[in-house]
């Protein structure tokens, strides 16, 4: 399994930043995908979810209304769109599924948000 990250950079408070996951070593189609943040001196929280057609989604209460996960299962992809950024937003972003049992991680991509 690999699950590798990218999209992440600087923005200013109030901008966008669009990530992007992209999964091989598994039938993607198949599995459930997370994303996850961890920003300074805090614990790892589950930020988004989608099921594995993406008919079903769920979002933590701090982004709600803000960030919007999707998923291209032709190209093996999870995406989490985010808006209206804020400096609380500031993590690294982590990208997660459970596969066979296991969790997998990729190895994230920061996301800095100030002016």
């Known amino acids: 399994v690999q699950l590798v990250e990218s999209g992440g950079g600087l923005v200013q408070p109030g901008g966008s930043l669009r990530l992007s996951c992209a999964a091989s070593?598994?039938?993607?189609?198949?599995?459930?995908m997370n994303w996850y943040r961890q920003g300074p001196g805090k614990e790892r929280r589950l930020v988004a979810a989608?099921?594995?057609?993406?008919?079903?989604?769920n979002y933590a209460d701090s982004v709600k209304g803000r960030f919007t996960i999707s998923r291209d299962n032709a190209k093996k992809t999870v995406y989490l769109q985010m808006n209206s950024l804020q400096p609380e937003d500031t993590a690294v972003y982590y990208c997660?599924?459970?596969?066979?049992?296991?969790?997998?991680w990729g190895q994230g991509t920061q996301v800095t948000v100030s002016s």
């Open positions: 997660n599924c459970r596969v066979r049992g296991r969790s997998e």
């Open positions: 989608i099921n594995n057609v993406g008919g079903n989604t």
């Open positions: 070593g598994f039938i993607f189609s198949s599995y459930a």
